[in-house]
Nanobody, 115 residues
Framework: QVRLVESGGGLVQPGESLRLSCLAS????????MGWYRQAPGKQRDVVAR???????EYADSVKGRFTISKDNAKNMVYLQMNSLKPEDTAIYYC?????????WGQGTQVTVSS
C-alpha cells in the first residue's frame, strides 16, 4: 500500500499562486508516473498534470502555461506550482501514483480561487 498526503491548498484571489505538495509513503522513483487531478463540485475527477518516471510532464489544455508539475525522487515528493489562478481552478486537488498496475490516491486538498 501507498499513502499519499497532499498539502498547500487554500483560498486565494484570481491571479495569485499556490504550490501544492504531495508526500508519498514510499519511493516514487520506481513508479510508472505521478500526477495531479482535480474535482469540482458536481463534476468528474479530471487530470491536471502528470509526470513520468523519467520526468516528462503532460498538462491539461486548461492549465498549460500556468501550472508546472515537478518531483523530487530523493524526498518522495511531487509538486504542482499553480500561477495565474482562475476561479474555474477551484476544486479539490488529488495526488495520484500509478505503480504496479494500481492507482493510489491522496485524500485531497481544497483550492478555492475567489475575489
Amino acid at each position: 500500500q501507498v499513502r499519499l498526503v497532499e498539502s498547500g491548498g487554500g483560498l486565494v484571489q484570481p491571479g495569485e499562486s499556490l504550490r501544492l505538495s504531495c508526500l508519498a509513503s514510499r519511493s516514487i522513483f520506481s513508479a510508472y508516473g505521478m500526477g495531479w487531478y482535480r474535482q469540482a463540485p458536481g463534476k468528474q475527477r479530471d487530470v491536471v498534470a502528470r509526470i513520468s518516471s523519467v520526468g516528462s510532464p503532460e498538462y491539461a489544455d486548461s492549465v498549460k502555461g500556468r501550472f508546472t508539475i515537478s518531483k523530487d525522487n530523493a524526498k518522495n515528493m511531487v509538486y504542482l506550482q499553480m500561477n495565474s489562478l482562475k476561479p474555474e481552478d477551484t476544486a479539490i486537488y488529488y495526488c495520484n501514483m500509478r505503480s504496479g498496475g494500481s492507482d493510489y490516491w491522496g485524500q485531497g486538498t481544497q483550492v478555492t480561487v475567489s475575489s
